[in-house]
């Protein structure tokens, strides 16, 4: 079936390092692919999101680009600040019925000033 | 921004009762889910529900849950018998349509505890 393998952590990281999460996907056809995030105490916000191979996502200097050649959708920021804490989760989105989101373990990144 | 409102945002229940969980989902979506996190380990799908009938629902969500859209807003996710292994964060979650790639948004979670 469809599975999303994501780095797991817990990972920190100072100020203004750079950041990269990665992300592959086990999945038939072509799904999109989301990261979304998870603020402490808070509920999971769409970060980014790209649809077809070669697409790129971009949000809040967070990037990633659907590379189907690699199944992999890694997430990257030049620059981390103190507020990118949070829990990272890789997911892509099934293709057909009711297209829900598989989820990878998600990854906890602590950014220290 | 419209969002997704979840109530109640914590629940501690004993074993054995029932627990309602309610979610309102935003006004024009028409699909609706139900994801639950046990603490530490991933999110996981229980069910996806549209046009007033489950579409899809996981190994997880057996004959001890049910999901019902009792009106025009509200979606809820029933427990009849709690466990303990029912202790989660329980996330509602809609999207427009079934288009691919539509974002899916999710409300701030329902943490049940099971004692």
């Known amino acids: 079936g469809d599975s999303v393998t994501q780095m797991e952590g817990p990972v920190t990281l100072s100020e203004e390092a750079f950041l990269t999460i990665n992300c592959t996907y086990t999945?038939?056809?072509?799904?999109?692919l989301f990261w979304y995030v998870q603020y402490p105490g808070e509920g999971l916000q769409l970060l980014l999101k790209?649809?077809?191979?070669?697409d790129k996502g971009s949000n809040k200097g967070f990037e990633a680009t659907y590379r189907k050649e690699t199944t992999s959708f890694h997430l990257e920021k030049g620059s981390v600040q103190v507020s990118d804490s949070a829990v990272y989760f890789c997911a892509l989105g099934t293709q057909g019925g009711s297209e829900k989101l598989v989820f990878g373990k998600g990854m906890k990144l602590t950014v220290n000033p | 921004e419209p969002e997704v409102t979840q109530t109640p945002s914590h629940q501690v229940t004993q074993m054995g009762q029932e627990v309602i969980l309610r979610c309102v989902p935003i006004s024009n979506h028409l699909y609706f889910y139900w994801y639950r996190q046990i603490l530490g380990q991933k999110v996981e799908f229980l069910v996806s529900?549209?046009?007033?009938?489950?579409?899809?629902k996981s190994e997880i969500f057996d004959d001890q849950f049910s999901v019902e859209r009792p009106d025009g807003s509200n979606f809820t996710l029933k427990i009849r018998s709690t466990k303990l292994e029912d202790s989660a964060m329980y996330f509602c979650?809609?999207?427009?349509?079934?288009?691919?790639?539509?974002?899916?948004?999710f409300g701030e979670g329902s943490w049940l505890t099971v004692v």
């Open positions: 529900f549209y046009n007033n009938e489950i579409s899809e």
């Open positions: 790209a649809t077809k191979a070669d």
């Open positions: 979650a809609s999207r427009v349509r079934g288009v691919a790639g539509n974002t899916i948004y």
């Open positions: 999945a038939t056809g072509y799904p999109s």
